[in-house]
């Protein structure tokens, strides 16, 4: 998604919204009420945001990281949110412009940013925090899909074995 080409404007700006998500773990609700101006602090020249998700009103944590500042000065810090249906349809474009086979919606993002971080070696607990996860239970659906470690557990039995 990143490196795909897209002559379409409109695309253009579902890929960046949807690189955020990846980039934050914000779920579609807390996106579309993001406000840069009122939700970020600057802390150790990094960019911060603490707020309360609107779901379940629990506290999430989020640095804003480099790719993500990116996006934000690119829309002069007011990114083009429009309705979760019309962002749903027009993914579907995106993904069809980047030969992705999979139905990608507003929630993969979030999923792609928790999967990322702990595939990454981020701690369960803090990927929680940074979703804004009521219950660790939550947390713990992403970390199954997670093949990686077992795989290394393994490498490291059949070395034991030699």
């Known amino acids: ?13 579902i890929r960046d ?3 955020f998500q990846c ?4 779920a579609y609700a807390d996106l579309a009420k993001f406000d840069f101006a009122n939700d970020v602090v600057v ?6 945001v603490a707020d309360k998700r609107k779901k379940t009103n629990e506290n999430y944590y989020i640095v804003l990281l480099p790719p993500a500042m990116d996006i934000l000065r690119r829309y002069e810090y007011r990114l083009p949110i429009l309705s979760n249906q019309k ?6 474009v995106l993904a069809h412009y980047a030969k992705i086979d999979k139905e990608i919606t507003t929630h993969v993002g ?10 990454n070696g981020v701690r369960i607990e803090v990927v929680s925090k940074m979703l804004g996860h009521s219950n660790i239970k939550t947390t713990q659906i992403y970390a199954k ?6 795989e290394q557990g393994f490498d490291i039995l059949e070395k034991s074995l030699k």
């Open 1 to 13: 998604i990143v490196d795909c080409e897209i002559s379409s404007p409109h695309i253009n700006k």
């Open 17 to 19: 919204l949807f690189l």
């Open 23 to 26: 980039y934050t773990g914000l």
């Open 43 to 48: 802390r150790d020249n990094r960019y911060i």
């Open 87 to 92: 962002y749903n349809e027009s993914l579907k």
């Open 110 to 119: 979030r999923h792609t940013f928790a999967v990322w971080a702990l595939n």
């Open 145 to 150: 899909l997670l093949n990686k470690e077992v």
